[in-house]
């Protein structure tokens, strides 16, 4: 029985850290895409730790309580539709045996996640893409190029992580949670 609270109790834990790191996420700019990101480390943890399930529940919690909570919606909608539940899905992705073909299955992803994203950011909350409403495809391709490019470091960066954390970090935490 006391496991089963320590899991529930760590879990929402991480939702709170989550949506408060989301709210913190709309002081500056930049921090709309990186505390996503951020919170999708949470997830890797989670999963880790206490298994797919709890890190599916703690995305969920996380998303629907940040899309009430916070203003920034760009934010939300950058972890609710991409990087919340990608870290979760990323090592089934990995047992892919074809390299070309996993990498593009992980681009097409991200790229329909990031034109859903964009798409819902103009037309139902009304958050322009272009500052001034004039419509550039330079910009257009830099972004593209930009989000891919940041995709890709993040998939990198994630693996990296996920080592880092099975070495080093895992055994403390699970330690703590006995």
Same mark, same amino acid.
């Given at each position: 029985?006391?496991?089963?609270?320590?899991?529930?109790?760590?879990?929402?834990?991480?939702?709170?850290?989550?949506?408060?790191?989301?709210? $913190?996420?709309? *002081? !500056?700019?930049?921090? &709309?895409?990186? +505390?996503?990101?951020? @919170?999708?480390? /949470?997830? %890797?943890?989670?999963?880790?730790?206490?298994?797919?399930?709890?890190?599916?529940?703690?995305?969920?919690?996380?998303?629907?309580?940040?899309?009430?909570?916070?203003?920034?919606?760009?934010?939300?909608?950058?972890?609710?539709?991409?990087?919340?539940?990608?870290?979760?899905?990323?090592?089934?992705?990995?047992?892919?045996?074809?390299?070309?073909?996993?990498? $593009?299955?992980? *681009? !097409?992803?991200?790229? &329909?996640?990031? +034109?859903?994203?964009? @798409?819902?950011? /103009?037309? %139902?909350?009304?958050?322009?893409?272009?500052?001034?409403?004039?419509?550039?495809?330079?910009?257009?391709?830099?972004?593209?190029?930009?989000?891919?490019?940041?995709?890709?470091?993040?998939?990198?960066?994630?693996?990296?992580?996920?080592?880092?954390?099975?070495?080093?970090?895992?055994?403390?935490?699970?330690?703590?949670?006995?």
């Amino acid at each position: 029985m006391k496991k089963k609270s320590v899991r529930a109790a760590v879990c929402g834990l991480a939702a709170a850290l989550s949506v408060t790191i989301m709210l $913190l996420g709309g *002081l !500056l700019y930049i921090f &709309a895409y990186v +505390a996503p990101m951020l @919170l999708g480390l /949470v997830c %890797v943890m989670i999963k880790k730790t206490f298994g797919a399930k709890d890190a599916v529940l703690v995305y969920a919690a996380t998303s629907i309580l940040s899309l009430i909570l916070v203003p920034e919606k760009e934010s939300v909608l950058m972890f609710a539709l991409f990087f919340g539940y990608y870290p979760i899905i990323k090592s089934s992705l990995d047992k892919l045996k074809i390299k070309p073909l996993r990498f $593009l299955l992980k *681009l !097409l992803i991200f790229n &329909a996640s990031i +034109a859903v994203i964009e @798409l819902l950011c /103009v037309f %139902v909350f009304n958050i322009p893409f272009f500052e001034e409403g004039v419509f550039s495809y330079a910009l257009l391709i830099g972004f593209a190029a930009a989000m891919n490019f940041t995709f890709i470091m993040y998939d990198y960066l994630l693996k990296i992580f996920l080592v880092l954390y099975e070495k080093k970090i895992e055994k403390r935490i699970t330690k703590y949670l006995k």
